[in-house]
């Protein structure tokens, strides 16, 4: 059974920093992709960024890039998103989920087969 826990919810002010960790289970880890998503009030679910757990290959949304990173831990089957430089504008939900197949990157909820239970991110202005 795949489970993936999200961890780190908290309320920041802007221009703080906050990381997210996801802890998996039950993967076929060599064959999946990491992803973290986000969903704001009223708004549909985004992608935010992916990690190959085997290769280490990692790819950005645009609203990500320069600020957010995205890593693995193999040994503790964790990945983190480690937010800096956060704006109000991203508050929202944070979506751990887990892929197989081998396109790449995976940007699309479709692509992605497990999720975890989402962590509440709110950047006050």
């Known amino acids: 059974q795949v489970q993936l826990v999200e961890s780190g919810r908290g309320l920041v002010q802007a221009g703080g920093s906050l990381r997210l960790s996801c802890a998996a289970s039950g993967l076929s880890f060599s064959m999946s992709t990491m992803g973290w998503f986000r969903q704001a009030p009223g708004k549909e679910r985004e992608f935010v960024a992916a990690i190959n757990w085997g290769g280490g290959s990692i790819y950005y949304a645009d609203s990500a890039k320069g600020r957010f990173t995205i890593s693995r831990d193999t040994t503790k089957n964790t990945v983190y998103l480690q937010m800096n430089s956060l704006k109000p504008e991203d508050t929202a939900v944070y979506y751990c989920?887990?892929?197989?197949?081998?396109?790449?990157?995976?940007?699309?909820?479709?692509?992605?087969?497990?999720w975890g239970q989402g962590t509440q991110v709110t950047v006050s202005s």
């Open positions: 989920a887990a892929g197989y197949g081998r396109s790449w990157p995976k940007t699309k909820l479709a692509e992605y087969h497990y």
